[in-house]
């Protein structure tokens, strides 16, 4: 990459920049010399040197190395593999909790700017405190056998002796002190019920994890309620993600209500309003993960009023009847305007929409603002703390020019 006087900018290269402010992603952006800069272990308003880590073709990454005037919010991070060229995981260890969320507002609020044309207030909420929250920890092993995690934007696995943002029932140390095998996947999950489970994959992409520890099938609770989660499944990562996230779906819900749970999963959220809704509603559950499907039948196998349905939500959509209120909490890359659409066309009183990423969710706003719909409330929690992720919990009514 060129600077704009034509010299060439090169990985190792450092130079002195100030931070303008957050970027979505975990990095803070900076100019030098008419060029972006993303840095990553930055706070805005600070004076850094940065050594150049990546070179592309309109902006360079960079990693802080020294700190020249520090924000009054930067702080020792608590782990010591949270520094440049260390664990990747954790982008804010180095930034109070108070000020991680109100960057994570700034975020929020820049994407709904640019992708949804909104101006919106928000506030990143506080849930629980900001170390030993993750029951599921995805983590690799190096090729002496050692457990880690990756380094940022690389496949290169720093070693640890502990993860302190695992819960404390997972005993990470304990597991870090075993020999394992070599460039492998390690997958390790802690449920509110009964022992951990570990399972141990190739690190090859879509390789299938073996079980080595504890059983294949966990179990978590809600509202009184018992399910089934299977190591493949999906569940919330966060100790009180599901007891935060299934109170703001109650609020949307009444008796007798006819829902669809999209991308539902074992079936958290169906759990969550089974008792609200009553034995006269009814619930279908669209989800394409073959691993969750079977969880979510056995789940509600005694449950007349819940149908599942095995496979893409833009299909089964289509097939679906009538409905009053929408749940759906997809993947970080949004549900896309295709599904929007059809969700638009079954005329719900509600639409719930939860997001882990705050960019794709914007776009889906801008969907549904052109089909009709209005965004009526924007919530946002801090179920990923030292991290740049957040967790948006949106709720959509039709717009009375509909």
Known sequence: MTSQRGELISIGERFVVTIEKVAHGGHFIARHDGQVFFVRHA????????????????????????????????????????????????????????RQRLLKADVIREQFSRLAKMDIDVVVEEV?????????VSSATSPQGKLGFYASRTHNVVEVDDCLIAVDEMKFQELSARKWPANSRVEISSPSLGPISVAIASSERGSKPRMTQGPAITEETIDGHVLEVSQQSFWQSHRLAPET????????????????????????????????????????????????????RRNFSTFPNVRIHAGDVAKVLTSLGGVDVILLDPPREGAGKAIIENIVKKSPRVIVYVACDPASLARDVSYLSELGFELKELRAFDLFPMTHHVECVARFEPSQKR
């Open 43 to 98: 706070i805005p308003g600070e004076i850094l040197e940065v050594e150049v880590t990546n070179s592309g073709s309109s902006f360079v990454r960079a990693d802080a190395i020294r700190i020249i005037e520090p924000s009054p919010d930067r702080v020792s991070p608590p782990c010591k593999y949270s520094i440049p060229g260390g664990c990747g995981g954790c982008d804010f260890q180095h930034i109070t909790l108070d």
């Open 245 to 296: 996230l299934t109170a703001r779906i109650l609020e949307c819900v009444k008796e007798g209500d006819r829902v669809f749970d999209l991308y539902g999963g074992v079936g958290l959220f169906t759990a969550a309003i089974l008792d609200r809704l009553g034995a006269k509603a009814s619930v279908d559950l669209v989800e394409s993960s073959s691993t969750s499907v079977a969880d979510a």
């Open 128 to 136: 629980g405190l900001g170390l030993h929250w993750r029951t599921r």
